[in-house]
């Protein structure tokens, strides 16, 4: 493997290029009309413009792509996360191009990419399932008999896709059918399937997930597991590294089960299986995402493990160079996602311009990010501009670290996540780890981010007593000629 096009864009295409040149592998960079003065541009060795900003003009033409490995010579592409990750086509096209995909085989992606699918293979393990079907349905009369067997609330779930969409949670009977029929009509113009499934709606769980690697040769390991339980609209904000609750033998039990899932599949590359976890721990099979996730981070200050330099060995057709007993927790991460979006509006994406923007440095600190200063925010794309990792020793030493290099994170120009994040780890719930997936619902609200400095304030009160004394001046000064105004009053300023 010589050369690398990196079939995505931003921080997570600087991340694989980073990596690819410590190996002494060349990179191309594809880009869109938007992103022509990115960083991870200037970045690559190559670099070639694919369309318009639009990504259906751009980042998702699989045709486009290939055509932009073949002009510069490359042998392999890697897909990042998002855009064309877990799409078996591109990943099917990229084989039969003669290019190594560095990533999972189009039928492990295909496998898991339908959550029914994916459970009906997870079950044949012994894997623990939220009950439900694992089969879709369409008939609405048979779906609401069979909630009634498994308990109301339901929850109505898109077979294929994720993010919310095609997700509808149903109190009782007399809301199931138009709740069924909307799901099925958000799956459909989401993901082009309108498949549907029923689960038991597990209210306030946990959202735990596994790392694992696998090579070509039936070799795996699990990299322990990440606390993603701090989201809204069902995306991911913060995530730590170990759970705060999770034990020992739970943590082991959770890593086989994640194993198996990628036994099931024939699973090679780096991967994630998502687990529901409820408040007596136990644990359910959610889903496995066939590609590196964002959160990757916080599983590398942990374990030392260089996650996308092993995606590229495994590539290669290359051995795992550890094994599981090699693997040891050491210390604790916390990512924050910095988003343009305004925590203090239900935290809405915000576009502009980076007026002012510099990173925190020092011990234990990381800023995988994509932009600089001066850069527009565009609207095409996903808001995220940059992950803010940190590593402790331990839990406290790590949230003390985070906390300390958002308060070093300027950013001007647009309203970002960073207060959300350093308001979210101070709280109660987040120091003791007794939070789920409503934490935002239970927890949060705007105006709590209004932060009360009480050296700050006194500059302000001295500052606007001598702005208005600069004001009255002239007032008093007509004032005392005309004699309009008493003696009290001039003695009382």
């Known amino acids: 493997m010589q050369k690398i096009l990196v079939a995505n864009r931003g921080e997570i295409a600087l991340r694989v290029m980073r990596t690819a040149r410590e190996m002494g592998i060349k990179t191309v960079a594809v880009f869109s009309e938007a992103d022509r003065n990115m960083p991870f541009v200037r970045f ?3 670099a070639i413009c694919i369309g318009p900003a639009a990504s259906a003009q751009s980042y998702l033409r699989i045709d486009k792509l290939l055509e932009a490995a073949k002009q510069t010579g490359a042998d392999a592409i890697h897909p990042g996360y998002g855009f064309l990750s877990e799409n078996a086509d591109f990943s099917k096209a990229v084989s039969d191009a003669g290019l190594t995909f560095i990533g999972p085989s189009a039928y492990s992606i295909n496998m898991m990419g339908n959550k029914i699918s994916a459970k009906q ?3 044949k393990f012994g894997v623990p399932m939220v009950p439900g079907t694992d089969e879709p349905i369409d008939d609405v009369q048979t779906a609401i008999n069979i909630a009634k067997e498994v308990g109301f609330p339901i929850l109505i779930k898109a077979a294929a896709g994720g993010g919310g969409k095609g997700m ?9 059918e138009e709740q069924m029929r909307m799901a099925q009509s958000e799956a459909l113009s989401a993901f082009g399937n309108g498949d549907v499934f029923l689960e038991r709606y597990v209210g306030a769980p946990k959202h735990i997930e596994i790392q694992l690697l696998g090579d070509q040769h039936g070799n795996y390991v699990y990299l322990f597991e990440r606390e993603c339980s701090i989201q809204r609209r069902h995306q991911k904000l913060i995530e730590e590294a170990p759970s705060s609750c999770i034990t020992k033998d739970i943590r082991k039990a959770m890593g086989e089960c994640a ?3 990628a036994k099931a599949c024939n699973y090679y590359g780096a991967g994630t299986v998502e687990f529901l976890v409820d408040e007596q721990l136990n644990f359910y099979f959610l889903e496995m995402n066939t590609r590196l996730q964002v959160e990757h981070c916080v599983t590398e200050m942990i374990t030392g493990v260089d996650l996308v330099k092993e995606q590229i060995n495994v590539a290669r057709g290359q051995k795992l160079s550890f094994t599981q007993d090699d693997l040891k927790i050491q210390g604790h991460a916390i990512e924050l996602r910095v988003c343009a979006e305004d925590p203090y509006n239900n935290f809405l994406p915000d576009t502009g311009k980076l007026a002012l923007y510099q990173t925190p440095k020092g011990p234990g600190v990381r800023v995988d990010d994509g932009y600089e200063q001066g850069m527009d925010i565009p609207i095409f794309y996903d808001p995220m501009i ?12 790590a949230i003390q670290r985070l906390c300390r290099a958002i308060d070093e994170y300027y950013i001007n120009g647009i309203q970002t996540t960073l207060p959300f994040g350093k308001w979210a780890v101070q709280t109660d719930a987040f120091r003791n780890g007794d939070f789920d997936t409503k934490f935002i619902d239970k927890y949060f609200k705007p105006e709590y981010l209004q932060e009360s400095n009480p050296d ?4 302000a009160a001295l500052l606007g007593s001598i702005i208005w004394e600069q004001e009255q001046k002239p007032l008093l000064a007509t004032a005392q000629t005309n004699g309009s105004i008493s003696n009290w009053k001039l003695r009382r300023n």
């Open 259 to 261: 194993v198996a899932v």
């Open 386 to 397: 940059a992950k803010l990792v940190v590593h402790g020793s331990t839990r406290d030493e």
């Open 456 to 459: 700050a304030e006194v500059v």
């Open 168 to 176: 509808r949670v149903v109190e009782n009977e007399a809301a199931f």
């Open 121 to 123: 293979a997870a079950k």
């Open 44 to 46: 690559a060795d190559e």
